[in-house]
């Protein structure tokens, strides 16, 4: 039977005892440990037609992480995983890594051709300790296992991760695998029949660490890792790829063949899925030969572990609905298992510094995109994230309570989408940012919390739906349901596509739904509903009563004041997604993935007069009312904090004006600036121009920038205003110096400035009259405007507002 993780399988326990008993015979290979010399010496077989003692996956994880969100080396991450294959060469034996992501179909001279135009990777030369009967021969593997096969030194000193922390100084550099500190380690050896699992001590040394480092190690010039490493018995014969079909939101491996008939491409993909065989092939309902397990991971704290078991569940329904009956299923991690043995699917708890992504993904056969184990790893600081988003909403008077207004209860409903969430990138599939606008069609979307409002008051008792959707359903269906024997499986799949299209139901991923200046108008995160302009204006009504009842009321009893400023924030942000979905409709397209014969109607532009109502409804979220933080709440908020620095606290609170005191006008700046941000983008003003080109009834920049400054530059009247004033012209001349921004968009925008240079000129006295001549000289001065767009205030810092949930890693979040 083919060797397919998804679990334990009777009688293998991944107990000390069982691994003992491996070691002594019937292991995927003949292994000895060497405690007293460090030693862990493997037996090889005698090598094969093509010259290798043998070729198995080969995989690393982190059983010790670093605790950082920005660095990415978490406890349970997965490292790449690879084909290892052993050859001897004289008297040494060849660590190969093969690279199957180039290859030729074809005779044995086309394949031999693929092999070897292509570069395979020697990762270490290890010495024979003895020859054995047969022509196999025993070698000494510690010496492999210290090697940095995971990237730890890159992610170390990839000081891109750390750009929004601080740039270089937060960044390290210089970090190198020390031999010398690092050992492989006997003592955690254990075989199985499909399997060999064994630690290393990896350890890493740099005199300039960098700040994330040096607020989390105990020595941050040298950090020690536990990395574990996989050897997996190859698949056996029988596992059916599935062609990937840019319909489906089946994620996959992408490889080169170059043995394709003329007129087929040389670039091939194939949808990433676990090998599920019905007992009954033939038959619409049959249960399954080996179900798909995941483990939740206990270091999850209660209730967390069992929210998270219940959303992972989730899943069960959609299986069964494809006709695959118990095929799928969630516990709890066995006590003493361990979460990195490749035989059991984790959903792995992360604790780190600060709240950062979870993610999902697995270890997968590069050859035929067989999913071998399906690993989830989720940060620990996500659910309290949420919690202080829902307290800073409704208050902590009903926390712990279990009703509609219980952020306890909202934030394990999170938690348990969340999880379903992660299980599905494991499980083979990509993100459906489309869900939220057709009703919650799926998991795979990043959902924002349906906050409704009731009488007047804020409601969270739907903030979070209890399972999947139509979508979720389908992505089963098309990716694990094979047709009975006899049909073309890929046939089948290509159907059901046109089928799900053909009802209406939304996809757009990751490389149309990410970037907030993209044209989709389905392709959000964090939105919910059909309408964005709609959503936008309740938020803001949502946002209104927040802020109206925002106090004391929202701390715990016995927290401190300070924390107001930090759930302040996601209140007065509280429209940001909501204003990014608003911003994709001004220039947006409509269209969908498709292929050619499918019928699908072309790509059409979002309408005129939708996208007039989105840039209205944009330009209010400027307006001085919407960005006055009320007077009664800036001394509530100048409460000062003591004791050491929290790096959690200080990432997620506006600047403040010296010390203590809070500064509205910082709140007011940063409002702005988001709103300004989706705006302005370079490439939705670079479709904003062409559309009106070729169509001039549809918004042109002259008008979407007439409306601007109208409602900004012209409209203000006080100290907010005229902040929100500067904002839009720091942000249009930042624009317009921009490398992205067309020639025709920049011409546009510096002839508005010059506009605006020389209305404000002839400004008259008082507070407005000195602001209108300050921006007036900047304005017809580039040295000084130069100045001024590289000082530090002139583009505020916006807290972060990703990750209230979501994913990263597996599909390129």
Not at 637 to 665: H, I, T
């Amino acid at each position: 039977m083919a060797f397919v993780i998804a679990g334990v399988g009777a009688g293998v326990s991944a107990g000390p005892v069982a691994a003992q008993q491996a070691m002594s015979g019937g292991g995927l290979l003949p292994v000895k440990a060497v405690p007293a010399e460090g030693r862990i010496l493997v037996t090889l077989p005698a090598a094969d037609v093509d010259g290798a003692s043998g070729r198995f996956i080969y995989a690393t994880s982190l059983r010790t992480g670093i605790g950082s969100a920005n660095l990415r080396l978490d406890r349970g991450m997965l490292g790449p995983e690879h084909i290892v294959a052993f050859r001897r060469i004289g008297k040494k034996v060849a660590v190969t890594f093969e690279n199957h992501q180039f290859r030729a179909t074809g005779d044995a001279g086309v394949a031999a051709g693929g092999r070897t135009s292509f570069p395979t990777s020697i990762m270490a030369m290890l010495d024979i300790v003895s020859n054995e009967p047969g022509g196999g021969v025993t070698v000494d593997l510690a010496p492999f296992l210290t090697r940095d096969t995971m990237g730890i030194a890159d992610s170390l000193n990839a000081s891109w991760a750390l750009a929004g922390a601080g740039g270089g100084s937060a960044a390290g550099k210089g970090f190198r695998l020390v031999d010398g500190l690092s050992a492989a380690d006997p003592g955690s050896v254990k075989v199985f029949p499909d399997n060999i699992e064994v630690d290393a001590l990896q350890t890493y040394q740099s005199d300039t660490p960098g700040r994330e480092v040096e607020r989390i190690a105990a020595e941050p010039r040298q950090i020690g890792f536990t990395v574990h490493h996989s050897f997996v018995r190859l698949p056996a014969p029988g596992f059916v790829s599935r062609k990937f079909d840019i319909r489906s939101a089946a994620g996959g491996n992408q490889y080169y063949d170059y043995g394709t008939p003329l007129g087929e491409d040389v670039v091939q993909q194939f949808a990433n899925r676990f090998r599920l065989e019905k007992v009954d092939p033939a038959a619409a309902r049959s249960r399954v030969k080996k179900p798909i397990i995941f483990y939740i991971d206990r270091a999850a704290p209660e209730p967390i572990r069992t929210a998270l078991l219940e959303g992972v569940n989730y899943w069960k329904t959609a299986f069964d609905k494809a006709g695959l009956i118990d095929a799928f299923r969630a516990e709890i991690l066995p006590v003493g298992a361990d979460p990195l043995d490749v035989r059991y699917s984790m959903v792995n708890w992360s604790n780190r510094l600060t709240r950062g992504w979870s993610y999902g993904g697995g270890i997968v056969d590069p050859r035929t995109g067989e999913i071998i184990k399906g690993n989830v790893v989720i940060g620990s600081l996500r659910v309290r994230q949420d919690m202080a988003i829902f307290e800073g909403l409704v208050g902590t008077a009903q926390n712990g309570t279990g009703g509609g207004n219980d952020p306890v209860k909202a934030s394990l409903d999170r938690i348990r989408q969340l999880g379903a969430h992660e299980v599905g990138h494991a499980i083979g599939f990509m993100h459906n940012f489309a869900g939220s606008t057709q009703g919650r069609t799926t998991v795979m979307d990043y959902p924002g919390p349906r906050i409704t409002l009731t009488d007047g008051r804020i409601d969270l008792s739907e903030a979070y739906a209890p399972g999947g959707g139509v979508w979720d359903d389908f992505t089963i269906d098309w990716l694990y349901a094979d047709p009975a024997p006899g049909i073309d499986p890929d046939v089948a799949a290509r159907a059901k596509a046109l089928a799900i299209q053909a009802k209406g139901v939304r996809f757009i991923t990751d490389i149309d739904g990410r970037a907030s200046d993209t044209p989709s108008p389905w392709g959000s995160m964090w939105d919910d509903g059909p309408d964005p302009v709609a959503s936008l204006n309740h938020m803001m009504a949502v946002r209104r009563i927040a802020i109206a009842q925002f106090g004391p009321g929202v701390l715990r009893n016995g927290e401190a004041l300070s924390d107001l400023r930090r759930k302040f924030v996601p209140v007065w942000l509280l429209h940001r997604y909501d204003i990014d979905a608003v911003g994709k409709l001004v220039g947006g397209i409509d269209y969908a993935y498709a292929v050619a014969g499918d019928n699908h109607p072309p790509a059409m532009p979002v309408t005129a007069a939708v996208q007039d109502a989105a840039i209205g409804a944009m330009l209010a979220t400027l307006s001085a009312e919407a960005l006055t933080v009320p007077a009664a709440l800036v001394m509530p908020l100048s409460s000062p904090m003591n004791g050491r620095g929290d790096v959690q606290f200080d990432q997620e609170v506006f600047r403040n004006a010296g010390a203590a005191a809070f500064d509205p006008l910082v709140a007011a700046d940063v409002a702005a600036q988001v709103t300004l941000d989706s705006l302005l983008a370079p490439p939705r003003l670079a479709r904003v121009y062409e559309q009106h080109r070729r169509e001039p009834g549809m918004p042109g920049v002259d008008t979407l920038l007439d409306r601007l400054v109208a409602a900004t530059v012209d409209a203000r009247r006080d100290a907010v205003g005229r902040r929100i004033a500067y904002r839009t012209i720091m942000t249009m001349a930042e624009t317009a110096r921009d490398g992205a921004t067309s020639p025709d968009v920049a011409a546009l925008l510096g002839d508005r400035l010059r506009g605006i240079a020389t209305k404000l000129g002839k400004a008259g006295s008082g507070e407005d009259g000195a602001w209108s001549r300050h921006v007036a000289m900047l304005l017809t001065d580039e040295d000084k405007l130069t100045r001024e767009l590289d000082k530090r205030q002139a583009v505020p810092t916006i807290p972060p507002g990703m990750p209230i949930g979501g994913d990263t890693g597996w599909f390129g979040d």
